[in-house]
């Protein structure tokens, strides 16, 4: 059987797709597994998405905990025999997976991008040497967890015919020694880079935080209306929000146009940027990295180009 | 307090080239160092110290080549290093059981230590593994970490949200970059540091289990075709065919 979790409903729903592809070709089912308050909608809608059984497991823990959740899936691993295990790729899921193999000793792989069977064994692959490679990894031994990041698969077309069943069953957890004291939402805007179609970003080329109008100036001519930035800009100065950060522990994004300005390129910024479909980079250094990944290259000062490029591109557009 | 950090020699990704004919990347003859994040894990262990005394010690997973890695931890301020051979073959489950092993036989800890995810391969997974292993707390991604005498509170960096945790001892927690800037060693600190003890534990003397559950099949290169058409001249002619050449690709509507 293939299990699938994720805290995330629509990564949940993404999962449920490869999922249920993997169950097929192993003649088993998929069930995905809801833990926390029982909610009957929720199990529908991912019934209606492809799940064949809904798990629901019932406890009064309010805030995520790995160690908890971790003890959860545990459970019912025991409970339904699951051969696969696949978690959406979060922050709280990575650490619910990579805790879970540590509990079951098994084996895992963490943000796989493909899945397959081979000689009947669980094959994945996943971006390793930040970008420069990806790693073919097989199982050889069950239970097999692996986590998927967002975007990866489309959810399956809603059926409602599809039917499915759904188990309710309480669970007492060994409770965790940590306490969660707060949780805050990052101050973030409307900014959702993973679904922009275009894409201005911008690096450590810029002098100051008020100079990244000049991005968001040539984003807006460009209908695109989103920036981005490389990690110094979001983790470092904090210009931008994190929402803002494209890059291996950023966003991936694929837009159809993506502009790097003033980024100088290191692989973990490609890693996150490169199935974008046009790369265009703007940068003083002809020697910089971001031209051996970029379609299209400007060589100058950004201060001079930004703003001419922003005309220009307002002229043709008409 | 005594504090473990769990470090990784890493090939120095940022020095890694791409053979252009297959794309695979060339791992030889690039240079190795301790991966980046985990130093930010040893600079929170020596401030910890710094605060309520105690002992710190590194352990690494790796060939005799890490031991230069090791010093530098040394330098840094760590008191003790134990290097543990690494197997031939080698999974997450391998060399989680092996820390787990050997941090068991150093027996006395509050805390254990490490980045967030190593350099080379960023998965993140040997430290929330190794919690569940040891069957203790785990605290990831922090980006802030108060320890108390009792207890640890720190600040975790979700993403989109950020979780202040706290857990009594003993506890495992996992550091972002941004945690803090790692000392660079003194000449002085360097010379100190080739008088402090790094044991040689060898894999089979820790666990006579050591199948790896996940195997490495290959190695695939990341092919990554683009144009490569760089404007160079005159700016505003520059930007003109720019605009002309995305007009033609068709993203300018």
Redesign the interface.
């Known amino acids: 059987m293939v299990l699938v979790f994720s805290d995330n409903k629509n990564l949940s729903l993404e999962l449920l797709n490869k999922g249920s592809e993997l169950a097929k070709e192993l003649g088993k089912n998929v069930t995905a597994v809801i833990v926390g308050k029982s909610d009957d909608a929720l199990a529908k809608e991912y019934i209606s998405h492809g799940a064949d059984k809904v798990f629901i497991a019932e406890t009064d823990i309010d805030s995520f905990k790995a160690e908890e959740y971790a003890g959860i899936l545990e459970k019912v691993l025991k409970e339904t025999g699951a051969e696969i295990v696949l978690v959406g790729s979060n922050k709280n899921g990575k650490d619910l997976a990579s805790r879970l193999a540590g509990r079951l000793d098994a084996g895992c792989v963490i943000d796989c991008t493909n899945l397959y069977l081979k000689d009947k064994k669980l094959t994945v692959e996943r971006v390793v040497y930040s970008g420069n490679a990806i790693a073919v990894e097989q199982f050889n031994s069950k239970p097999n967890i692996v986590t998927i990041p967002s975007k990866v698969f489309d959810p399956l077309a809603k059926d409602d015919k599809h039917t499915g069943d759904i188990v309710k069953k309480k669970f007492d957890v060994e409770k965790s020694a940590s306490k969660v004291l707060k949780v805050q939402e990052m101050q973030t805007g409307d900014v959702n880079v993973e679904d922009a179609e275009i894409i201005v970003s911008c690096g450590r080329g810029f002098k100051s935080k008020d100079d990244i109008k000049l991005v968001s100036e040539l984003a807006e001519v460009l209908k695109g209306k989103t920036v981005g930035c490389s990690r110094p800009i979001a983790a470092d100065l904090k210009w931008l929000s994190e929402d803002h950060w494209i890059g291996l522990s950023g966003h991936k994004v694929k837009p159809k146009l993506y502009v790097a300005v003033g980024i100088s390129g290191q692989i973990q910024h490609i890693a996150g940027m490169r199935d974008s479909s046009i790369i265009v980079a703007i940068n003083k250094d002809p020697e910089a990295l971001i031209f051996k990944s970029a379609d299209y290259g400007i060589v100058g000062d950004l201060y001079e180009i930004l703003p001419k490029l922003t005309n220009m591109v307002k002229e043709k557009m008409g | 307090m005594n504090i473990i950090v769990c470090a990784k020699q890493v ?1 120095d ?2 020095e ?1 080239k ?1 053979d252009p004919n297959t794309k ?2 060339i791992l030889q003859g690039v240079p190795q160092k301790i991966s980046d994040i985990d130093k930010n894990a040893i600079e929170e262990a020596i401030k910890i110290k710094d605060k309520h005394g105690g002992k710190i010690t590194v352990v690494t997973v790796g060939s005799s080549d890490a031991k230069e890695g090791i010093k530098e931890l040394l330098a840094m301020g760590a008191d003790e290093g134990v290097l543990i051979s690494s197997p031939d073959k080698c ?3 391998v060399v ?2 092996l820390l787990a092993e050997a941090i068991k036989k150093i027996g006395e800890y509050d805390i254990v230590l490490c980045g967030e ?1 190593s ?15 040891l ?7 922090a980006q802030n970490v108060n320890a108390e005498k009792d207890k640890t ?1 720190a600040v975790r ?12 001892y003993p ?1 495992l927690i996992t550091v972002t ?2 945690i803090n800037e790692p000392r660079l060693p003194s000449l002085m600190q360097i010379l100190g540091a080739a008088n402090k003890p790094i044991n040689e534990w060898s894999a089979d003397s820790l666990t006579k289990d050591l199948e ?11 092919p ?1 075709e ?7 001249d005159d ?2 002619d ?3 065919k ?2 002309d ?3 033609k ?1 068709g ?3």
């Open positions: 090939v990704v940022s890694m791409v695979k990347p999974d997450y489950r989680s059981s995810a350099i080379d391969m960023f998965s993140g997974q040997v430290g929330p593994r190794l919690a569940g292993l069957n203790m707390p785990q605290i990831t991604y509170v960096n979700m993403g989109d949200k950020s979780v202040t945790t706290e857990s009594s506890v970059k941004e790896p559950k996940v195997e490495t099949l290959e190695l695939k290169g990341i990554m683009r144009k490569n058409i760089v404007y160079k700016v505003d520059s930007v003109k720019l605009v050449s995305l007009a690709e993203v300018l509507r």
